[in-house]
DNA sequence: CACCTGTTATATAAATCATATAACAGGTGC
DNA sequence: GCACCTGTTATATGATTTATATAACAGGTG
């Protein structure tokens, strides 16, 4: 179960904010390896958008290695960590956001602290998840 | 003087490109506060793209506050550097970076490296910059 | 007044995005 | 075998975005 919100009229694609999403939620530990996602066609009804929409995002979600596609179970969580590769993949997306952020002036303090916080507002989900598991 | 190199066969727009390489030109202070852009039609003659796409690309620099544009001057670099703006800005692109980040099973060192790496190619471009002044 | 700026308007072709309808391959449970 | 569920593929259509082209306008410079 994972709650899914598509803003429609921002300028980010539905299958590009659909993909995020998801991500997030492994990031936050909302899915874990093994678990399903909603077949196609359901998550496509849930949140009201085209089943080929739904399928794209899913596409990319197994050619980026985020899950593995199952033609009996669906689309199951299954993260690829090959640590090189993710430096890699990682470092290219890296490299735009801090030319930004070194043109307004931020420092590599400045940044260390970020990269902290929003880890650790990754992990405060976990523990508000275990914590309320009876609910 | 600043090479820009557009990749025709890129999923990514042309305009986006100008934008991303303009942005890491101030980072690498290879364009510098005062400096002036090459005119939205000369721009567009010397890299062979359309007058209109250096200008979509110009506009948003300025609305992203990048650049001052003088109608007699052109687009001269001008980096507004409030502080908790450009922490908000840029805390919402880090925080998808470092959601795939921590799928992939990458720790919060493994990025303060990362940070420091890339900022300090950054200044190794600047100093390269200077000491080959007079080439 | 020619010449350079950015800016705006309009039109057009190509590509991308999202949708719709339909069908197929394959596994599950009855 | 037969419904029923998966993902996947094909095809078509409309809306939006991207990139181009041609043209004109406002304003500052020499």
Do not use: W
């Not at 803003?7 to 899915?31: P, R, T, V, W």
């Amino acid at each position: 179960m994972m709650y899914i919100e598509i803003d429609f009229s921002s300028d980010e694609a539905i299958y590009q904010q659909l993909c995020n999403q998801i991500i997030q939620g492994i990031a936050m530990s909302q899915l874990t390896d093994g678990m399903t996602l909603p077949s196609v066609r359901q998550m496509a009804d849930e949140i009201g958008i085209n089943m080929h929409t739904v399928n794209k995002a899913y596409s990319i979600l197994k050619q980026e290695g985020f899950v593995k596609v199952d033609r009996r179970k669906g689309a199951v969580i299954s993260v690829k960590s090959d640590k090189e590769e993710a430096l890699n993949s990682v470092r290219k997306d890296m490299r735009s956001v801090l030319a930004e952020a070194r043109c307004r002036n931020l420092t590599a303090e400045d940044l260390h602290r970020m990269v902290d916080e929003i880890y650790d507002a990754f992990d405060a989900y976990d523990k508000a998840v275990e914590s309320a598991g009876s609910e």
